[in-house]
């Protein structure tokens, strides 16, 4: 049993983050979990969470705002003291053809999913260095390895994030910190809800059907805490559509 280990997940309140943060605490993690707005989702998670006994906290601040997000890590490493485990998952999609992309769905997408990496390690890391030990997982995406039409500003922010979990892996681990990222493919959540050509992707993925959340949780739970000698890596998760 965990008793006392912590996990943190960003944007754990819908969807991906959901299943990660109740995946963790399905193994003893005590969690809080991170959202942007919608405040009945989150009690919704944390009711749910706490049926694993475990404790659990929903804390509302922008990932993209750096003197919230520090605020918010502060209160949260006064309150328990450890982080175990972190989880930058919160993102979001602002989709449009390149030629047509405005710098505010730019910045939108670098802020809340690349930036907001920047901002939340940060403050765990300086605690994580003293414990001598934590485990960091990064949420990229296929697209972020392989890119996508009408996706600059989200590749290239999920790109960001490989090359962060690689360069963090390198300079962390000697404090047996280790840092790692999963690589959904297409997952069923209200992200991908209403994405067109589905029958088209399907055609892609050799197991002929989306992922789950809990797909991509399972793969989560095993970098962050289910292996020791793994760092530094990408982990798809995408059902074979790219071998
Ligand atoms: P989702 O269902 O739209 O959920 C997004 C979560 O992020 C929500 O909890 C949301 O909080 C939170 N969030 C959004 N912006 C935030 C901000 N500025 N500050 C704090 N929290 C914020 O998305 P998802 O499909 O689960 O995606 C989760 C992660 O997986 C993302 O990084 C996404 O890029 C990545 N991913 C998804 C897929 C896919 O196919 N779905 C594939 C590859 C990668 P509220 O509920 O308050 O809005």
């Not at 605490?25 to 005590?30: D, E, L, M, T, V």
């Not at 910045?107 to 930036?115: D, E, Q, R, Y």
């Given at each position: ?6 996990a943190i997940v960003t944007g754990g309140s819908?969807?991906i983050g959901k299943?990660i943060a109740t995946?963790l ?6 969690i809080v979990i991170n ?50 485990v972190l989880v930058n998952n919160a ?46 997982v ?82 989560v ?23």
């Open positions: 049993m965990n008793e006392n280990k912590l819908r969807g299943a995946k605490a399905s193994a003893g993690y005590n959202y942007a707005g919608n405040t009945e989702a989150a009690n919704q998670t944390i009711e749910e969470i706490k049926k694993f006994n475990v404790t659990a906290e929903a804390y509302k601040f922008d990932v993209s705002n750096q003197a919230e997000v520090e605020e918010n890590i502060a209160k949260i490493i006064e309150k328990y003291g450890r982080i175990d993102g979001i999609t602002r989709d449009d053809l390149f030629i047509r992309m405005t710098e505010d769905k730019w910045s939108a997408v670098i802020n809340t999913n690349l930036n907001s990496a920047f901002y939340v390690t940060k403050p765990v890391v300086k605690l994580m260095m003293k414990q001598r030990f934590g485990s960091i990064n949420t990229t995406s296929v697209v972020g390895v392989y890119g996508n039409v009408g996706q600059a500003n989200y590749s290239a922010a999920k790109a960001g994030l490989i090359g962060f979990t690689k360069s963090l892996a390198k300079e962390l681990g000697a404090r047996n910190i280790r840092v790692n990222a999963v690589a959904p493919g297409f997952i069923a959540t209200d992200m991908t809800k209403d994405l067109a050509n589905i029958d088209e992707y399907l055609k892609l993925i050799s197991l002929k059907r989306l992922g789950t959340a809990d797909d991509v949780a399972q793969a739970k095993f970098l962050a805490v289910d292996s020791d000698y793994i760092t530094g890596q990408v982990l798809e998760v995408d059902g074979g559509m790219i071998i």
